[in-house]
């Protein structure tokens, strides 16, 4: 019996710790936990050996070494047209997971309440109870085969008690990418309340489609209520550096500095020069890479597909959800699918407050070589054979 205090009762072992080890267990294809098999960019790579070999390896600034926080102001600025000042408007952090934690224990008070869109990311969940707040879960609206806000909801939804709006685009984990139209629509909202806002990015950089990225600091009224939060994981294919970055103007900032600087006082020192290059020079990998992704999306679509399953739309992230058929639980079917066929994948109803609409609902990822992909693939084909 864990000894866990009351506000994270709640909370088992993640989900992805989970699927994983039962990947592990029944040597099965991962295509749970969203993390990619191939390395990043080379350059980036020899970067961080050298800066290890040079000796790059004590505490580094409290806000993380200012290569870096240069290097993600003008990819801001460059990408998205919002501009941060690298000393005070940047902040280094351990993974956009260390950044959400920050920001909500920095800038929220306990008592008040906090909406997410979901199904949500669980870190939301967790950073929400550790901070003694109240989270609001408020449904995505299905929207064609994908989803979208319903923003009149997150109206309805707000009370004198609510303090931040939690954003997630693109969406893990349904792949949807809200538009600029609807994303303007929902920052109205937050100006007319004063809310404050955090925008997880870190699937900025991968969109399909010809889709662009909506950043929401970038909408009227919004730079100076939002903490955008990002990293170099799901970008450059690093998600064992735990680099990430929260942007925010400096009352903002200042705020989640406090907090952040008692969780882990600052990150590991050597990868960040190898991510500050990766964001000024890796441009033309990271769209190579993305043009890979797409493909691993459609071989994982159609293996879907004829193994007989319904597929969603995926816009962006490196997931797609599938319904394995009403009156199905996704829980169970995902506890299963390692020893059954050899498969790991994610069950949405984890990531949602009234599960009911996603019971049925699985997220599987397809950022992996596109050989992972196929063996896959081929392993659902047996999900017939093997009821
Ligand atoms: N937000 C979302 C929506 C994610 O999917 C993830 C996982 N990449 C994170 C935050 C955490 O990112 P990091 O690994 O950089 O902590
Ligand atoms: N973001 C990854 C996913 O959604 C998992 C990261 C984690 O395990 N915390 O699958």
């Known amino acids: 019996m864990s000894r866990s205090v009351h506000r994270l009762r709640e909370f088992g072992e993640t989900v992805f710790a989970t699927m994983s080890a039962r990947a592990v267990e029944f040597d099965a294809v991962n295509l749970g936990q ?36 240069e290097a993600v102001a003008a990819q801001r600025a460059r990408d998205h047209g919002v501009h941060y000042d690298p000393d005070t408007e940047v902040l280094i952090t351990v993974g956009a997971t260390e950044a959400i934690s920050a920001a ?18 669980d870190a939301y969940a967790a950073a929400i109870a550790l ?39 693109p969406h893990n984990p349904t792949g949807a ?109 990271l769209s ?14 159609d293996g879907l597909r004829s193994a007989g399953l319904s597929v969603h739309d995926t816009h962006g992230t490196y997931f797609v959800i599938a319904d394995i058929g009403e009156g199905r639980d996704g829980l169970d079917f995902c506890l299963e699918l390692p020893a059954r066929i050899g498969v790991a994948a994610i069950p949405v109803q984890v990531f949602c407050d009234d599960p009911g609409p996603w019971r049925s609902k699985v997220r599987f990822a397809f950022g992996k070589k596109h050989e992972t992909l196929h063996r896959g693939v081929e392993r659902l084909q047996l999900l017939d054979e093997c009821p």
């Open 104 to 121: 909500v224990l920095g800038l929220v008070e306990p008592g008040t309440e906090v909406i997410v869109l979901e199904p949500y990311y």
């Open 34 to 69: 969203g993390f990619p098999d191939s390395d990043g960019p080379p350059r980036m790579l020899e970067i961080a050996c050298e800066e290890i070999r040079a000796g790059n390896n004590q505490y580094g600034p409290g806000r993380g070494l200012p290569v870096l926080r």
């Open 177 to 285: 990418v809200f538009s600029r139209a609807t994303l303007s629509e929902l920052a109205k909202v937050c100006v007319e309340h004063d809310l404050l806002v955090l925008s997880d990015e870190v699937y900025e950089n991968l969109l399909f489609d010809a889709l662009p990225h909506t950043a929401v600091a970038s909408l009227p009224g919004m730079r100076e209520r939002t903490v955008t939060v990002s990293s170099a994981a799901k970008s450059y294919n690093v998600t064992g550096w735990k680099t990430g970055w929260a942007l925010a103007p400096a009352p903002l900032l200042d705020a989640v500095v406090t907090a952040k600087q008692f969780m882990s006082y600052v990150g590991a020192t050597p990868f960040q020069p190898a991510v500050a290059h990766a964001l000024t020079h890796e441009g033309p990998w």
């Open 288 to 301: 190579a890479m993305v043009a890979e992704l797409a493909t691993g999306r459609d071989i994982l679509v």
């Open 131 to 169: 901070a003694g707040a109240r989270r609001v879960a408020v449904p995505l609206a299905a929207d064609g085969a994908t989803w979208t806000v319903d923003v009149a909801a997150v109206r309805a939804a707000i009370t004198a008690d609510t303090a931040m709006l939690i954003i997630n685009s």
